[in-house]
């Protein structure tokens, strides 16, 4: 007896519960539901429930971030900021979560969910830590974007011990954790164009995001260039970044994130390890640089180089099969033919999949197959690519404005001078492409700087056209707002 034949004649009468019998009907319309509007739903009726908890992968996505219960309030959670009696500073600062995660176990629901979604809540690393080991979750991609009360470096040891080399075979569950960056704005929700299915290809993202909407801000790494997180002005300064390096190497074909290593030649992981004159490239930098350190998480995505339209190391391109011959007894994840060694070549792409658990759907650029194997068809043009770099690896040789930058190749540095005969003299004495004229603008390229700076007809000033308002192409913003009688003097700043 089907499913259907079991039901109620109710549902022949009821139009909501007839379309929502149907369980890929069910299954699309979910996601876009707060989990406590499904479980209300479930309460409507015992039709509705029984639909609710016998249709399989409905609870296979949780998203916590709007549940009112889940929203941590200091003020209530300890009296004077201390913990009371016995609690300890994980109960105070999880205590919501957990207690939301013991009621879902007691539904017989949490051993269900393979996306969870935190981002903004209070997550300690100590939950992080039960939800990689217990084995009574079964998550399998996690978001703690933007979180609150964590310890980074608790975490991190966290994730190194879950990929250690003696780790149990299967383990970690978690495949993919989504940490760097941002939290999205707001819930989706449908547009008249309809809700993307999971197809073989991943096709256009079709839900806003409150005014920040998902199809006018450009995908992150394969569209949008520059800068990826909030690394200059943000709550992670460059030196913070340092620690996450060594993490992403441990959990390199374990778990994957929404960062990825860069691939510069000047670290040890790299394509270009070794073709590029490293002493050329440190004797022609800043002075007041720090070294480069042998790993470094890529902060910035970049197009062809300005001069060879390319990278010592590469494009990394979607789909691509790694340089290196795979290892012929290599496990495959279960998930989407999923290899272990793409992990941690391509990012997570935001926000976590809506209608799939795949680690591919995760990473899967819009518009390219999810099987990766198909894009090798795909002409130069229609490849999802880019080039991830570190903040260090093109320092001086990266413009802020229109996201131009030279290699290594073509370009050594601002301070190149000769040490050896190696090296063109001519090469070696270039002057320097990417200057700071602006303090507000950065390093900018000669075309931008170009475009920006202005010299007042007036007073013989400096001025920035895109900083300075109030300011036109012939005078600046003081001279444009006080007229000829209010000219100012350039010795005076």
């Known amino acids: 007896m089907t499913q259907s034949a079991s039901l109620s004649t109710e549902i022949r009468h009821n139009a909501l519960l007839q379309l929502l019998a149907n369980s890929l009907v069910l299954n699309h319309t979910t ?41 941590y309030i200091e003020e209530k959670s300890s009296r004077g900021g201390e913990p009371e009696g016995e609690q300890t500073e994980d109960d105070v600062y999880s205590g919501q979560l957990r207690r939301i995660f013991t009621s879902l176990r007691c539904l017989d629901i949490l051993r269900h969910v393979q996306v969870l979604c935190l981002d903004g809540l209070s997550v300690t690393s100590e939950l992080v830590h039960e939800i990689l080991t217990d084995p009574t979750y079964s998550v399998k991609i996690l978001s703690i974007r933007d979180v609150v009360n964590m310890n980074e470096g608790k975490l991190r040891a966290a994730l190194q011990y879950a990929c250690r080399p003696s780790r149990p ?58 800068a990826q997180f909030p690394v200059l002005g943000g709550s992670r300064t460059i030196s913070e970044w340092a620690p996450w390096a060594s993490t992403l190497m441990a959990c390199y074909s374990s778990i994957a994130f929404d960062a990825i290593l860069c691939t510069g030649p000047r670290h040890i992981n790299s394509r270009a390890w070794g073709t590029v004159n490293i002493e050329a490239l ?40 790694p340089p290196a011959e795979r290892d012929p007894h290599e496990r495959r994840a279960s998930e989407g033919g999923t290899m272990t060694s793409d992990i941690g070549r391509f990012p997570l792409l935001a926000p976590p999949p809506l209608h799939s658990v795949s680690l591919k759907a995760a990473m899967c650029p819009t518009g390219q197959s999810v099987y990766t194997r198909l894009s ?61 004229s602006c303090w507000e603008c950065g390093m900018n390229c000669r ?7 202005r010299i007042c007809a007036r007073c013989g000033g400096g001025y920035c056209l895109s900083h300075n308002e109030g300011s036109n192409h012939t005078t600046c913003d003081w001279c444009s707002a006080r007229g000829r009688a209010g000219v100012r003097h350039p010795e005076l700043y």
């Open 31 to 71: 996601p876009y539901l707060t989990s406590y509007d499904v479980l209300n739903l479930a309460a409507t009726s015992r039709t509705f429930r029984y639909i609710v908890y016998s249709t399989p992968h409905i609870f296979s996505r949780l998203d916590l971030t709007t549940v009112r219960k889940a929203q």
């Open 169 to 226: 075979e299967g383990t970690p569950r978690l495949k993919g954790l989504y940490v760097f960056g941002p939290k999205d704005s707001a819930r989706p929700y449908l547009t008249s164009s309809g809700a993307s299915t999971p197809t073989s290809t991943c096709s256009s993202i079709s839900w806003h995001a409150g005014t920040g909407a998902a199809d006018q801000e450009p995908e992150a790494w394969y569209t949008k260039r520059g």
């Open 282 to 321: 440190n004797a022609a930098k800043n002075p007041a640089s720090a070294d480069v350190p042998i790993h470094a998480v890529a902060t910035h995505s970049l197009g062809g180089c300005a001069g060879c339209g390319s990278a010592p190391e590469g494009w990394t391109i979607w789909g691509e099969e």
């Open 376 to 436: 090798q068809f795909r002409s130069k043009d229609e490849q999802a690519r880019f080039i991830p770099r570190c903040y260090d690896c093109i320092r001086d040789r990266y413009c802020t404005g229109c996201n131009k930058w030279w290699c290594e190749t073509c370009y050594v540095g601002p301070w190149a001078s000769v040490h050896d005969g190696e090296a063109s003299r001519a090469k070696m004495t270039d002057a320097a492409r990417i200057t700071k």
């Open 447 to 453: 075309d931008c700087i170009n475009d920006t700076q």
